[in-house]
Structure formats: C-alpha cells, structure tokens
C-alpha cells in the first residue's frame, strides 16, 4: 500500500480512491472475459423467461433484475478479493472453510429448503444461498492453505488430509443429493493434488481408487436409480424411439433446441423451444439451450471461447504465481472452470448426464454467480502479486 | 512466508509441466463441446430445426359440413344432422393384434357389449374397424339412445378410453325418396386412399357412394379445416400458427321435383305389384321383377324424376350399413335393389325403338315419310319368316301409321332391303347404326350418375368382334350336341358363320331386338330429342351448386349432345305417329289411355314390348306430351312385365296425370291396358 492512502492530510475520497490503484494493473482480459460472460447470462436469463414472466403477468425484470443485482454484489466482491492482499487473507481461511461446512450441514437440517427433491439452498439474511457454491471456494481456499506449508512434495500424511477435506463437504452435498458438484469438488482436489506436485503414482492410486468407490457406489443404495438412469440414459437421447417421458426429455429436449439454432441461430428473443419452455431450466442449468438456439453454433461456440480465454489467463496467472498457495489458488480455478462448463454445457448438447450444475457467469443464481466473481477477483489478485505484477512495478 | 521466496527450479519445472497438462486436458474437453455443437447445429441443424417444429406444432383438422342436395324449388331431400356417436380409443383399448390390451380394457370392452346389447366380438370389430384412422376416436356406435349416454356419463370410470362425440350424418327429410339418385355415404376404402385422385383424404373419412353423392363428391365434400396450434411442452396451446377454417360443401340444386318424383316411385311400385295379378295366354301371372321409371325435361333433358324398383333406403347407410343390409340390397334374389335401373339397366328396347329406325329408313332413301308399305301378318326373307305381333294382315301404311300400329313387318321389310343394298357396298354406310347412335343409342350419355350403361347397337363390327370372343364356345358345344339335332345344327353354324351380319340381325334390330341392347335413360333421351326439335340433350340431374349461404357458385348448363339431323318432314312423321299411337283410334296405346283427358293435355307416345327368350317380355312405354308443346318426357320400362300398352303405358299414365294434375274420376288404384298390343 502506498504512503498516500495512510497520509491523515489526505481527503478521505482520495485515500479511498487511491486504495484503488492497484486496479490499473489488473488483468483485463481477464476483467472482460468474466464481464462478458455475465452480460450474456443476463441476456440469455431475460430471453428464457421473458415469454412465460409475460404469461404470468410478472415484470419482465423478475429473474434479470436479481442477476443484475447479483453481478453487483459479485462486483464488489471482486474488487475486494483483487485488492486485500491475499496474503492478508490466509488466517481467515480456516474460518471459510469452517463456516461454509457448517452451512452445508444446516442444509440438510429443516432449515433448508428443498426444490424438487434436492435440498440445496438456506436462507441467510432474507436472502436464498447456495452453501455448495461457497464451499467450492472455501475448499479451494483450504486445500491452498494446506499445501503451501509443504516444501518440495507434499508428504503422504497432508495427501490424505487434503482427501479428507475434500471428502467431508462431499459427502454433505452428496447427501442433497447434487451430484454434480460433489464430482466438481472431487475434480477440484485432483486438479489441486496435480499442481501442488503429488507424486503421479499418488495420484493414480487416488483415482483408482475413486473409481473403486465408485462402482461400490453402484452396488449399494448410495447412488439412486434415477441418478443411475441419468447417467446411463442420455447417451440414447437422440434415438428416434426414445422414451421421451423419463429422464431422457430434459436432454431431448434441450439438443432439439441447441440443434435448431442451426449455424447462426433464430435470433435473440426469437427462439421458439425458449420461448414455450421446452426446455426445463432453461434459465439455470439448461441456460446454454436458450444461447445454442438463439445465437446458433457462432454464439455458442464464442462463449466457449470466452471460457477458453479465462481458462488460458488462469493457468497463466497460475504460471507466474510468486507463492505457491497462489498458484494452488489460480490453477484451482482453471480446474473448476473447466469442470464446470464441460459438466454444464456437456449435458446441454447429450454429451454428459443431467446433473444439477449451473454454467459458470452465466447460469440464474446468486451465489454461483457471486462466487465465481469473487474467483475472478482472487484470480487478479493473484496476478497483482505475481511476477508479472511485480515487474508492473508501481506497487 | 516472506514474499519472494524462491520457488525451486526442479519444483518450479514440474509445475509448468502439470499447468501444461491440465491446460492440455481443458482444451480436450473444450474441443469436444465444440465437435459436439458442430454436429448439432450445423451438420444436423435441420433436422432438429424439423423435431422442434414437430415438438411444438399440433394440427387439428376440422370436418366441413357436407353440402345438402335440394329439389328444384329448394326443399331439402338430403341434409345434415348432428348425431351422437359412442367412440372408443383404440390405441388405448387394444393392442396391435387387436384384442384388448390389458385386464382394464377386456372389461371396458365387456361393459360396452351390455351397454350396446352386443357380443364382445362385435364390439372388438367395430374398435379395430381398419377403414378408422388409429389416430382418431373411432365410432362404435352412432346415434345411441339417452340411457345408453346417461350411463356412460355417470359411469365415466367404468368405460376409460370410450368417449362421446358428435358427428355430422346425412338426413332424409324425405325418407327413402329417390334413393337411388341419392346415394348415400361410406367410409373411405384402403384402394381409394392409395389412389392419387383421394389425395387429401384421410382414414375414416366418409366418401359418396352412387348417385349423386358420389357424382358430386367433389363440389358436396367443401374443405376440412386445418388449424396449426403452437403448444407448450405441456401440451397448452400457446399461439395458432396457421388457422384456415372448414368450407362447408356447395348444395347441389337438382332438376328433381319431389312431389313428382314421390308420384313416379308410387306408380310405378303400385303398377309392377298389380301386373303381377295379371293372367298371361299361357296361364302364368306376369313375374314384372324390377322397373324403372324416367321424367325428363323435354327441352333441357333435366332429371325430374328417376325411379327404379325395387329400390333401398339409404337411412339403413348413415354411420355404416350392415352387412346383411348390404347382402340383401346386392341379392340377385331380390332383384339388386342397389342397383339404379334406368341408368344401369340394359334391355333390349323393342318396338320404341322403331322411331330411330323409321328414320334410318327415311334417311337411306327408301321411303319418304308419306310412303305406303306393307304390313302383311309375316315376312320371309333368306328362308326365314318373321311374324308381326298381329296375326292379321292389314293394309299399306305411311311412316307414321306404322308407328301407330307398331307394325313390325313394315320395318322387316325396309330393313332387308337396306341390309341387301348395303350388303352391296365395300364400306357399308350401317345407316340404321348410325341414326341408333344419333338418337344416343349404344354410348354414354353423361349423365350426372355414377354407373351408367353403354347398351349395344349391334353392327357387323360388333357382331365379328363378339364372335371371335365366343367362336370356341360354339365349335365346342356344336362338337358335343347330338348329331343332326336342332341344337346342333345352330351351333355348328354360329361356329362358322357368327360372325357373318346378317339379314335376320338387320331384321331384328329394326324392331329393336335381337342384340340391341338399351337402358331407358337412352330411351328417354332419344324421345327427348324428338320432343326438342331433333336436339339431343345430355340428361343432367344437376342444376347449380350453391354456397352455404345460398350464392350461385356454378350453374350446370343443358348441354345439347347433337341433333338427330332428320328432315323436318321425316321429324313431323314421327311425332304424328306417336300421336296417333296414344291419341287415334287403332293407336297401340290408346286403350291405356282412355278417359285420359287428351283435349286438354294431348300425349304422344310409343308402346314396346321387348322378346327377350326364354323369358317374359319386357314392357316399355316411353311418351311426351303435351304433344304439341312438350314438357316432359316419361319412359316406364318392367322388366318381364309383359306387353308395354300392359303394364308400362298405364304406370306412365299415372305419372302423367300427376304432373298434369288431373284427377283420376272413380279410378282408385292401377288398372292395366285392356289387352296385349304390339
């Protein structure tokens, strides 16, 4: 911090200006790319429900409105985690994690709500949060915190502890049940364990042994049938003879919108599949069917490489990470990111079951996106303190 | 940890590596999105555009009110009426072998034969009834009564996957009038649907079936409606894409008059059924089988009144005949009540046919109209003899005169000699053939009525072609018969000379027999042409088709056929002659006649009386009248009803009278010719 912002002479608007300085040396590839990817999540969350809103005599602003103010708060939690020094920030974290663990754990108390058989959301201060999307950060944050203390390759006994962390908040989202992220949070802590320099043969006894619980899963109760007919299922959705009426539909439904799009789409607000809701959450998980139908192949394919372009600035910012918890931190991102939208998107077009997995910026929902701003904004933090940022030089 | 710390370069190496890996695995997983959207939306963007339109689109398909067919002065004799029909769901019902589907439906289809007093066979037919769209509710049973409703409505849970619907059937305000000229209804066979020319139509939809609902399936049917809803993924309609109502069907405006036509039926029921009490020569009553009866316009050649006996009821048609309705209607037993006799009838038409051939004479150049010949008792030509219906000889006589007493050997005569001149020739002129086919004999005449006969003017072209179809026949039978018998002999020379036309054919067919074969619409036409001034007409039951709302759509207009192309010399012989027929003393007709009011309403008409071995012959009588101003024209024909001024004259009087309004003074009932003439 400069000597201006701690100067008494200085007029409080100035010293609060110029706590922002450090922003001119953002990243603004990076700034651009999660802002664009906002706005068009506002833009497709307007399309999907303009039509029915209308029906229901509700303002067309009713879900637009809560992103928007969303995206606002998710603003100023990027500004934050860009500017305090994460370093600053390490001592909270254990604290993040506890909390977040103990709100997972209050989910599946009566206090939270369920829709449709999950029950994945609490109400805090009048407002509905998604526990398992802070969660994401906080084990991030977590496993960060552990395995900067190592030197040179993480032991066996901080391995295990990191299967640990991970495996508890797991088995609570698990429990919801939401399968697709406690896979995200199982994704999150290998792309971690790799980065962090675990031994290789560590981590394919790890996955080995995933799978081995995996197919253990199978045999008990612990997966359910419908979750099991989701994953097997979709790769017949596009048989003409598919039993539309099960879970196939959702996927069905949502290629025959993608699919209609066609090269160059129907054009916004102009997507019929959309507009009649055909597609079921067409303004959460299934909000990549309302830009594959109105934007066409071009605009799906462009906010694809939107994801791609933050992708690349995260593992480069990663790259040049001058702590190692950064690094964790930075390319911990990259992984959910790519997890995600591969997760998101892959069940969008038939390639993945339909789990319940918002796209990330874009997707209806608060604090998924609240939390991926407040990513973003650690991101730039990191690169205020990388190499790059160093050799910047005015801070 | 203090800012700066130097990260090893082993540690640092192996990160970038791992960093590498990881960007390595997101690009894979990215390019595997992008083939994926490649192939949704570009490769097979059509084809799901097509699956969104069908996952979105319902089309609901309206039926258009059939059109009503209306008498001359617009009453109804053929409208609609909405009918209560029990429907079953079939795909829910039955399975594709067509029994029921579960232990749920087999009870459905139980409770439905009490409710309808059926067998469950019957019941299971009538739900896997192929000519039903499956896709549509199919009708089990039409017009079912309240209590059957009433039990179904308050039984809702007994009888899933059976509904009610309300359909549009025929109605005959009428009853049974004019049957024939009516038709009546039925669904859509499978070969029809096939066919190019049934296009837009679909299972289970009804089609005309004979007389005029099937002449004018086209105009009557109108446009179903078709409406493209935009549904939601429930199934809520949403928006209507496309919306294009039903267009009822046109009415068809006939010629018919009710009133007549209801006259005609009666009289010519009432006269076959009372010549059957009529005693013949050889002890038997008169069979009289079946008959037809025709009223024509005499200048327009429009359908009146057209009846045929026996004849059906098309109400047993309305929601499907039965079959033993259908078998009893095609029966030959019961003479083929379907069967619309004076347009499908083919008879030989005997004496009424001398006017065609008196002319044929004139116009061969072998009489002028005024020209006596004789009418001896008999006439020889090449060995064989040829008798007259009158046993006694009597004097030379004109053309008309002729006519009058039908003298068959006055025509015997002409007609050798015209077969001896011709036979002369290298082309033959066949005169006789040629006026036959003026007068609208041995062709089509086009009228509005599906089924029309052809009939036959036997020619020496007609009469090789028939032989060589039947030449092996008679060599093999010749082969087979005793040796010098009658039958033999017969054979052996219709095996070696059928083919041959010649004197006696001519001489038969100038009294209309022998080969000749006419139905008594061709009858009727060609005294139509005499009453018209020598113009044949096309005979047309149609008049205009009319919109819903009683606009003038299209007008079918008389259409004159040709002219008979007589001399007004040789035309003025036949109408005298078929004055004198009716109104003259000696004229064969003039005892069905008497008392008939002939100053007022002169007649003019022809007796025939048609040998048809081994059989009784058939009985014709075709007039017109008022003879000096023709309105109409009546032909009667009984198939073995015996002689024309017998049995045919006194039913085309009646039909005379009615149209003429006169009233028939102490005459209850039909009272047949004095005596066999002609």
Not at chain 2, 168 to 185: F, I, M, S, T, W
Not at chain 2, 435 to 456: H, K, S
Request: hydrophobic fraction near 45%; charge should be negative.
């Amino acid at each position: 911090m400069s000597a201006l912002t701690r100067d008494p002479s200085v007029s409080p608007v100035r010293r609060a200006l110029a706590l922002l300085g450090p922003l001119r040396d953002a990243d603004l590839v990076v700034v651009a790319a999660a802002l664009g990817l906002t706005g068009v999540g506002v833009v497709a969350i307007h399309s999907a429900k303009a039509a029915s809103l209308a029906a229901q005599g509700l303002p067309a602003t009713f879900y637009t409105g809560r992103q928007l103010l969303a995206a606002g708060i998710g603003l100023v939690v990027m500004v934050a985690a860009a500017l305090i020094d994460y370093r600053r920030l390490r001592p909270l974290i254990p604290f993040a994690y506890l909390g977040s663990l103990l709100l997972l754990v209050l989910v599946l108390t009566p206090l939270g709500t369920s829709v449709r058989g999950s029950q994945r959301w609490i109400t805090l201060l009048g407002q509905q949060i998604q526990p398992s999307e802070l969660m994401k950060v906080a084990l991030l944050l977590g496993l960060a915190m552990l395995f900067h203390e190592t030197e040179g390759i993480p032991g066996l006994g901080r391995t295990l502890l990191a299967v640990g962390l991970t495996l508890i908040p797991m088995a609570l989202v698990f429990a919801q049940p939401d399968l697709g992220t406690s896979v995200t949070y199982l994704f999150l802590t290998g792309v971690v364990l790799l980065v962090s320099g675990t031994r290789v043969r560590w981590l394919l006894l790890l996955a080995v042994a995933g799978i081995g619980a995996f197919l253990a899963a199978l045999r008990t109760d612990l997966i359910r049938d419908y979750q099991l007919e989701r994953l097997t299922g979709f790769l017949g959705a596009d048989a003409p003879d598919a039993d539309l009426t099960g879970a196939l539909f959702q996927t069905r439904q949502s290629m025959i919108a993608i699919g209609s799009g066609g090269t160059y789409g129907r054009g916004l607000l102009e997507g019929t599949q959309t507009a009649l809701a055909f597609v079921p959450d067409n303004h959460t998980d299934f909000v990549f069917t309302v830009i594959g139908e109105e934007l066409g192949f071009v605009g799906a394919a462009s906010v694809l490489g939107l994801f791609a372009v933050l992708l690349w600035r995260a593992l480069r910012i990663a790259s040049q990470a001058l702590d190692r918890d950064a690094m964790i931190v930075a390319s911990g991102i990259g992984g959910l990111l790519i997890v995600q939208v591969f997760v998101n998107v892959g069940m969008n077009v038939g390639l993945m079951p339909v789990t319940g997995l918002p796209l990330p910026f874009l997707s209806y929902g608060g604090t998924s996106l609240i939390s991926w701003l407040g990513m973003t904004g650690l991101l730039l933090n990191v690169h205020l303190r990388s190499r790059q940022g160093l050799i910047g030089g005015r801070w | 940890m203090t800012r700066g710390m130097v990260v090893p370069d082993v540690q640092e190496r192996t990160t970038v590596l791992r960093l590498a890996f990881l960007g390595g695995l997101a690009a894979l997983l990215l390019a595997a999105l992008l083939a994926r959207l490649w192939f949704l939306q570009v490769l097979a963007g059509d084809r799901f555009a097509a699956l969104a339109d069908s996952t979105r689109l319902r089309t609901v398909v309206s039926a258009a009110p059939r059109g009503h067919i209306l008498a001359a002065d617009g009453r109804e004799l053929v409208r609609n009426r909405p009918a209560l029909a029990l429907v079953a769901d079939r795909q829910r019902l039955v399975d594709d072998a067509g029994r029921p589907r579960d232990d749920e439906s087999a009870r459905v289809v139980g409770r439905l034969a009490v409710l309808l007093g059926l067998d469950e066979e019957e019941v299971l037919d009538r739900i896997n009834d192929r000519r039903y769209s499956p896709f549509r509710p199919v009708p089990v049973a039409v017009d079912v009564g309240e209590a059957v409703l009433l039990t179904l409505r308050q039984n809702q849970e007994l009888f899933r996957g059976v509904g009610t619907d309300t359909i549009p059937v025929r109605e005959y305000p009428e009853g049974d009038l004019a049957a024939h000229l009516v038709g009546y209804l039925g669904q859509i066979s499978r070969d029809e649907l096939a066919d190019p020319a049934f296009a837009d139509y679909r299972g289970g939809d009804l089609v005309g079936r004979g007389g005029l609902e099937q002449a004018y399936e086209s105009d009557l049917r109108g446009r179903g409606g078709q409406q493209v809803l935009v549904v939601n993924r429930r199934g809520a309609v949403i928006d209507v894409q496309s919306d294009r109502a039903a267009v009822p069907g046109l009415d068809l405006v006939t010629w018919l008059d009710l009133d007549l036509q209801r006259a005609v039926e009666e009289a010519l029921a009432e006269g076959i059924v009372a010549s059957r009490s009529i005693l013949r020569t050889d002890g038997r009553l008169l069979p009289s089988t079946a008959g037809s009866a025709i009223v024509l316009d005499a200048r327009t050649g429009g359908v009146m009144a057209l009846a045929s006996f026996p004849s059906y009821d098309p109400r047993e048609f309305v929601g499907g005949v039965s079959v033993a309705y259908w078998e009893r209607v095609n029966d030959p037993e019961q003479f083929q009540p379907l069967t619309n006799r004076p347009i499908a009838g083919q008879y030989p038409p005997g004496s009424v046919f001398k006017v065609a051939s008196g002319a044929a004479m004139v116009e061969a150049g072998l009489v002028g109209p005024s020209t006596r010949v004789g009418c001896p008792a008999s006439y020889t030509a090449a060995d064989v003899t040829f008798r007259n219906w009158n046993p006694v000889a009597e004097a030379p006589m004109d053309l008309a005169t002729a006519l009058k007493r039908s003298c068959d050997t006055y025509f015997y005569d002409l007609s050798f000699r015209l077969w001896q001149q011709e036979q002369r020739q290298d082309e033959p002129d066949e005169v006789l053939q040629a006026v036959a086919r003026r007068f609208g004999f041995g062709q089509r005449l086009g009228i509005d009525l599906p089924g029309e006969q052809a009939g036959v003017v036997p020619s020496r072209a007609w009469r090789r072609e028939f032989w060589l179809r039947y030449r092996e026949g008679y060599c093999e039978r010749a082969e087979a018969a005793a040796p010098g018998s009658l039958g033999r002999e017969l054979l052996s020379d219709l095996c070696r000379f059928g083919g041959l036309w010649r004197g006696g054919d001519a001489v038969n067919l100038s009294i209309g027999q022998g080969d000749m074969l006419a139905t008594p619409l061709q009858v009727a036409a060609a005294y139509q042409a005499i009453a018209n001034d020598g113009v044949l007409m096309r005979p047309t039951v149609g008049r205009e088709l009319r919109s819903a709302d009683g606009a003038l759509v299209r007008s079918i207009d008389p259409e004159p056929l040709g002219d008979l192309g007589l001399t007004d010399a040789a035309l003025r012989a036949l109408r005298v002659g078929l004055e004198r027929t009716v109104m003259e003393p000696g004229g064969t007709a003039v005892g069905a006649f008497a008392g008939f009011p002939l100053g007022e309403v002169p007649v003019a008409g022809k007796t025939g009386t048609a040998e048809r071995d081994p059989r009784v012959p058939y009985a014709w009588f075709a007039a017109y009248a008022p003879a000096d101003a023709p309105e109409v024209v009546v032909v009667v024909s009984v198939e073995e009803g015996g002689g024309g001024s017998q049995t045919a004259a006194p039913i085309a009087r009646r039909i005379l009278e009615h149209h003429f309004g006169i009233e028939r003074v102490g005459l209850a009932g039909f009272v047949p010719g004095p005596e066999i003439l002609d």
